[in-house]
């Protein structure tokens, strides 16, 4: 649809705290140390298989450094998340990004979440249930303040909407 009525889809206005870089990364070794670890533990004391281990070991090492050296700072350059009186809109995802709008009328609950590594990085996630079949948006990266004051706006406005949120 083109001409005057036409609705254009636009980036978020917000971007996630930047603390979230930090977590992200975090998120990246542990996964990356992980698998390392353990091939090198088993390297070490299985020594006819001493090669075949370490070599992935160190592969897996690579790939995983060099991915947290470089993704963190690229989706936090892509996420991005905007609520308005009418809708709840996030944008994530890197190679493949993925656009999610919930109108204030089909919310159905809001959740605020903080993991360990989130609380030591002061952080929290806010989850958006909805009647979707696509399941719940989550903002993550999100300031653990800005997060539960977030939920409550968002719990005022779904209050306040008309309709049944099925």
Not at 56 to 60: E, G, R
Not at 159 to 164: I, L, R, S, V
């Given at each position: 649809m083109r001409g005057e009525n036409a609705v254009r889809l636009r980036p978020p206005e917000n971007r996630l705290n930047e603390r979230v870089v930090g977590w992200w990364r975090t998120q990246c070794l542990l996964t990356t140390a992980v698998p390392v670890a353990v091939l090198a533990v088993l390297g070490a004391l299985i020594?006819?298989?001493r090669a075949w281990l370490w070599g992935?070991?160190?592969?897996?090492a690579v790939?995983?450094?060099?991915?947290t050296a470089f993704l963190p700072a690229w989706w936090y350059r892509v996420h991005r998340w905007e609520v308005t009186g009418e809708a709840v809109y996030v944008r994530t995802g890197a190679l493949w990004q993925e656009w999610r709008i919930a109108p204030m009328s089909r919310i159905q609950t809001v959740?605020?979440?903080?993991?360990p590594l989130e609380q030591a990085f002061r952080l929290a996630t806010v989850?958006?249930?909805?009647?979707?079949?696509?399941?719940?948006?989550?903002i993550e990266g999100l300031d653990h303040e800005?997060?539960?004051d977030l939920a409550?706006?968002?719990t005022r406005i779904t209050?306040?909407?008309?309709?049944?949120a099925t």
């Open positions: 020594e006819p298989a992935p070991a160190a592969a897996v790939i995983g450094l060099t991915g959740d605020t979440v903080r993991g989850t958006v249930t909805t009647a979707s079949s696509k399941g719940a948006i989550r800005l997060a539960a409550e706006r968002l209050q306040a909407t008309p309709g049944d």
